[in-house]
């Protein structure tokens, strides 16, 4: 039996902590300027050469090419105050991220399938498992159903009538990331071969005491050496926008990434390896 509060323990562990971490950037607390005038994932430039990977309609990879872009390119926290690392980001996608420290980094990547998901009306399939096990899914809560826990576990509990409104799915998505983490997108992401990368995938680590989580964004290919390079996005702790990283091993690349790299894949506040990919 899992007591409660070793629960809520268990599931601090397997956030984003960049305190002490090894990893953790220079602090700097001036604004980058806009780096691009993209008013859209897909509209951010090409490397010279490369063509944007084809996506088909309605598909995951085609739904985040299509996030907008904020003009502001300041990354700002859940309190509204800015990010101390001003140096990560290359664009800030245009989504919420609350007034709570709850969107951190697994959260980000559960953010963009969930709304994906909800955009598309499949509302089954929306569902995120918590670091006790616990498959949290939209369509209890949407149907008034809200969460009971105790020491026994998590139930669903009848509490009101049936709302699939936006702000209701807000809601829900906060109890996910109060209960979420990379611990428990680690249980329910299944790996994947680097050579298979594919928009909507994710690294992920979840080793102790820390972990951390990237969505890829988008994906090009340059026809005549084969060469193919990929955007990734992150939110991180505290809770804070999500923004499209730089690359800042291979700054003429950045914000692209290529997936011929060796060794490890460093950004700017995670080191990450090719068997960390997953995907949903």
Request: hydrophobic content about 35%.
């Amino acid at each position: 039996m899992r007591m409660f509060g070793i629960f809520l323990f268990i599931a601090g562990l397997s956030a984003c902590k960049p305190a002490a971490d090894p990893h953790l950037p220079r602090q700097n607390t001036s604004a980058t300027p806009a780096a691009t005038a993209a008013s859209k994932v897909g509209a951010i430039p090409l490397p010279a050469g490369y063509v944007r990977l084809p996506q088909a309609e309605n598909s995951y990879g085609s739904w985040l090419r299509n996030r907008p872009l904020k003009k502001d390119n300041t990354v700002y926290l859940y309190n509204r105050k800015p990010k101390n690392n001003q140096d990560a980001q290359y664009a800030v996608l245009d989504i919420d991220v609350g007034n709570k420290d709850l969107q951190q980094c697994a959260d980000a990547a559960i953010r963009l399938r969930a709304d994906y998901l909800y955009a598309r009306r499949q509302y089954d399939a929306i569902a995120f498992l918590f670091t006790n096990g616990f498959n949290c899914d939209y369509r209890h809560y949407a149907s008034g159903y809200r969460l009971q826990v105790t020491n026994r576990g998590c139930t669903w509990i009848k509490k009101s009538g049936e709302d699939f409104s936006y702000a209701t799915f807000r809601q829900y998505l906060d109890l996910v990331y109060s209960y979420a983490g990379t611990q428990s997108l680690q249980q329910q992401l299944r790996p994947v071969p680097f050579t298979g990368i594919r928009p909507g995938h994710v690294l992920l680590q979840s080793r102790q005491p820390y972990g951390h989580a990237v969505t890829v964004m988008d994906m090009a290919y340059q026809p005549g050496t084969g060469d193919t390079i990929f955007l990734l996005a992150q939110s991180y702790m505290p809770a804070q926008d999500i923004h499209i990283l730089k690359n800042p091993a291979h700054k003429n690349l950045s914000p692209w990434y290529s997936v011929r790299f060796s060794g490890n894949l460093e950004t700017p506040e995670w080191t990450f390896t090719a068997a960390d990919l997953k995907s949903f």
